[in-house]
């Protein structure tokens, strides 16, 4: 009896805490809203919208030879695992006169994977300090218009970010750089809210039955 006991408190336990903590974390867990109306896509070309999407939001700035690495671990660490969701996309904003360059990056992006949620829009320099502006962090462009970091824009045009975060305090964005911060933090907080949406989706779903 004793030997049951131990067995249950040393495998059992720790199993079913597991199932608790992950299961609250992924499925019932709701990520803060940090900045609220950020601004739509009207004035760039490319077609993509940011309204009824999950939008994984970057800047690539004029320099895109260079932020080729950032693109890669973006598409290793997270499209690759959230790609096939239907309302998931990454728009990456880029100024005007990089089509070229894009092109090239797209070509190699689909060497590693399918592409079909990667979009590219183009502005100018005001339309791109405008868009980032609205979304009111304490980041800032580079001097080529780009910036290592990405944004999670839900469909609603709302940044999603932390406000408790152990090393930043309020997070708004992921280094995509930084491989660490792209599988500790931003998958965990990309599960959430697709989970978000996932629960509320049901939730409309069986009012409507009822």
Do not use: C
């Not at 805490?17 to 009207?42: C, K, M, W």
């Not at 502005?123 to 868009?131: A, F, Q």
């Amino acid at each position: 009896m004793k030997k049951a006991s131990v067995l249950i408190v040393l495998f059992v336990f720790p199993l079913v805490a597991y199932l608790f903590f992950a299961s609250g974390v992924n499925n019932f867990g709701r990520l803060p809203i940090l900045t609220q109306n950020i601004h739509e896509l009207d004035n760039f070309e490319g077609g993509a919208r940011l309204n009824n999407k999950i939008t994984i939001l970057g800047f690539l700035g004029n320099n895109i030879d260079y932020k080729k690495g950032n693109a890669f671990n973006l598409n290793q660490k997270i499209y690759k695992r959230f790609g096939k969701f239907t309302d998931f996309q990454i728009i990456m904003v880029v100024p005007e006169g990089e089509e070229e360059k894009v092109e090239v990056l797209r070509k190699d992006l689909g060497k590693l994977s399918e592409t079909d949620r990667w979009n590219f829009v183009y502005g100018t320099e005001g339309d791109i300090k405008s868009l980032f502006g609205s979304l009111k962090t304490n980041l800032t462009l580079d001097e080529d218009l780009g910036t290592a970091y990405v944004f999670i824009v839900d469909k609603d045009r709302n940044l999603r970010g932390r406000t408790d975060d152990e090393d930043e305090g309020t997070k708004y964005g992921f280094n995509t750089t930084s491989v660490a911060d792209l599988n500790n933090k931003m998958e965990d907080d990309v599960k959430i809210i697709l989970a978000e949406y996932r629960l509320s989706l049901k939730k409309n779903n069986a009012d409507r039955s009822n």
